[in-house]
């Protein structure tokens, strides 16, 4: 298998503070990682793709400036939750990518998960 | 653009057989992926089907039906921790590309 972790599991946050949720492949090098937003009884919803060494590509109507992403190792990417208003209150969680092989004659990988960050922002 | 479909709720019986379907429309697509989720948890791997027919991994099998646009999950010999939300996923390119996630079914496993 594959270990992904993510730190705080948990982060209470006053309304207008800055959350930086940190998600690391323990066991392996992810050059590209994602984050996702779930809300409660619903899917995981992408928010934006995690290049090492580049910028992130942003999913249509998440604000690049409110979510700030950096990746700045293969195992380390993070996530900035900038003046966090209420709303911004979920689920966080990020995946980066093992390989698995060959599918229809082009390689493809399997994605790992974090265990997730919960924000709440009162 | 991606959109899976899959049935919002299950309820089925310990011990029994569950099938969950997913329906998908993608511009492309190099496989499709089942991932389980307990209330409060992160999503885990279960099967993956980069061509037509049936995987089978212990008690789940996954089968894909690429000219139908059609996958499902079959979950046998019920146990009580199945009970979770299940979400079937798409990838439109291969390689660590994004996927993009079904909306997901509610498993209740009953005694």
């Known amino acids: 298998g594959a270990v992904v972790s993510q730190h705080p599991s948990r982060v209470i946050c006053k309304s207008g503070t800055s959350v930086k949720i940190e998600c690391r492949s323990l066991?392996?090098?992810?050059?590209?990682m994602f984050w996702y937003r779930q809300f409660p009884k619903q899917s995981l919803m992408l928010m934006a793709t995690?290049?090492?060494?580049?910028?992130?590509?942003?999913e249509q109507g998440v604000e690049k400036d409110k979510f700030l992403i950096n990746h700045a190792s293969l195992t380390l990417s993070t996530l900035t939750v900038t003046s966090a208003h209420p709303e911004d209150s979920s689920f966080y969680i990020c995946?980066?990518?093992?390989?698995?092989?060959?599918?229809?004659?082009?390689?493809?990988?399997?994605?790992?998960f974090g265990p997730g960050t919960r924000l709440t922002v009162l | 653009g991606q959109s899976l479909e899959q049935p919002s709720e299950v309820t089925a019986v310990e011990g029994a057989i569950v099938q969950i379907n997913c329906t998908y429309q993608?511009?492309?697509?190099?496989?499709l992926s089942w991932y389980q989720q307990h209330d409060g948890g992160a999503p885990t791997f279960l099967s993956y089907?980069?061509?037509?027919g049936l995987e089978e991994t212990g008690r789940f099998s996954s089968f894909l039906s690429r000219s139908d646009s059609y996958g499902y999950l079959l979950l046998q010999e019920l146990q009580m921790k199945d009970s979770a939300s299940y979400f079937c996923?798409?990838?439109?390119?291969?390689?660590?590309?994004?996927?993009?996630f079904g909306t997901g079914t509610k498993l209740q496993v009953i005694p």
């Open positions: 995946s980066a990518g093992k390989p698995r092989g060959l599918a229809g004659g082009r390689f493809t990988d399997t994605q790992y």
């Open positions: 066991d392996f090098q992810a050059t590209t």
């Open positions: 995690s290049n090492e060494g580049s910028k992130a590509t942003y």
């Open positions: 993608t511009s492309g697509f190099y496989g």
């Open positions: 089907n980069g061509l037509d």
């Open positions: 996923a798409v990838r439109d390119k291969g390689g660590y590309q994004k996927v993009t």
